[in-house]
């Protein structure tokens, strides 16, 4: 199957020079990884030479070091590679999504110039590991599936407004569920849908390894002053952080840096992680992605939705069995902080959320 696919890319100009920087991100990484420049060329499959030449290359035009070099200690990154090797991070983090949403509206567009057939199933979702995992599942399948990352109400709605065929939300397991619901229950209300289980996944506080602030719950976090990395309104995420700030009485103009805005878990926690912000709510994953400590809060689950009607769609019926799949149980079991006890299940929205049926 023919996919237009979209990246970012770092590039550092200097003096009329431009050179990008991808090569030694990647033998950056390497290094960090192996400890040695001579391990992380072989692991890429350069020359010893040719790796130091092309480092020696970025240094000249930065101006300063990448790499400090100890005989019998191999290669430890300076501060401006781990500088770099960060905002790699933060840049995949807050535009890979975005990204793969335009990629996917490319596509279908130059599917239309060029007169091909453009039957796609299309997928308005919160973006996640497990669902960025299905989506993956599918392309390796030749499933034709068009994701247009979206905050659950926004994909909701564009499920009612019959603008996707398969929708995703995710809603709080205990007492949140149902002020969480409210929000959906206008757009769904009364109408034949179905709810396929993906996963369920743990969120919380995320903080710096150590938990250097002391941070054990959101009252905390106007306590100490902590700078919040925040989501979207509109987001899941979002909704349940201003439910748990009503909930514990907190005011939200004591919360610091509540307008900081970044539109994924993996963006929060690769702020936080670059030092930008000391806490966020988001899920396990996004904390042992970037290697920070998690405060859990509560358990979600994350589900997809789609019509009655569409339910016999050869392409819907194709999802649901990747979704059902023991492979793609495994995958979801592997994500940090995620369950696959109910992966799968599919049932009638009156059934899986009473108040919306």
């Not at 060029?114 to 599942?137: I, T």
Request: aromatic share 6%; hydrophobic share 45%.
């Amino acid at each position: 199957m023919k996919r237009i696919s979209i990246a970012p890319q770092l590039r550092f100009r200097r003096d009329g020079n431009e050179l990008a920087l991808d090569k030694v991100l990647s033998l950056l990484t390497e290094v960090q990884t192996h400890g040695n420049l001579q391990a992380a060329s072989q692991a890429l499959g350069q020359s010893y030479r040719g790796a130091w030449g092309h480092i020696k290359e970025v240094e000249s035009l930065m101006g300063a070091p990448l790499l400090t070099m100890a005989r019998g200690r191999g290669a430890v990154l300076t501060p401006l590679a781990q500088r770099l090797l960060w905002g790699q991070k933060r840049l995949q983090a807050r535009l890979g999504p975005l990204l793969e949403t335009m990629a996917s509206e490319l596509q279908t567009e130059l599917d239309d110039l060029l007169l091909e057939q453009s039957d796609q199933l299309r997928l308005f979702a919160s973006h996640g590991l497990a669902v960025a995992a299905l989506v993956d599942f599918a392309g390796r399948a030749g499933l034709p599936v068009d994701v247009s990352y979206r905050g659950s109400i926004e994909a909701i709605a564009a499920l009612a407004k019959h603008e996707c065929e398969v929708a995703s939300f995710h809603v709080p397991i205990g007492a949140l569920a149902e002020p969480v619901l409210d929000h959906y229950v206008p757009l769904l209300k009364g109408k034949a849908y179905r709810v396929a289980d993906v996963a369920s996944r743990r969120l919380g506080l995320l903080v710096a390894r150590g938990n250097p602030l002391g941070i054990a719950s959101l009252a905390d976090v106007p306590r100490t002053g902590a700078r919040f990395a925040n989501r979207e309104r509109g987001s899941g995420t979002r909704i349940i952080f201003d439910l748990l700030l009503a909930r514990d009485g907190i005011d939200p103009s004591t919360v610091p840096g509540a307008e900081n805005i970044e539109f994924t878990h993996a963006a929060v926690a690769a702020y936080i992680a670059s030092g930008r912000a000391d806490t966020g709510l988001a899920i396990e994953a996004a904390a042992s992605q970037f290697g920070l400590d998690f405060i859990p809060m509560l358990t979600e689950r994350y589900c997809l939705m789609f019509p009655e009607s569409a339910s016999e769609s050869p392409h819907l019926r194709a999802l649901l069995e990747i979704l059902q799949s023991e492979a793609y149980r495994q995958a979801v079991h592997a994500i940090p902080g995620y369950s696959e006890s109910a992966t799968g299940r599919v049932t009638p929205l009156s059934e899986a959320f009473p108040s919306l049926g």
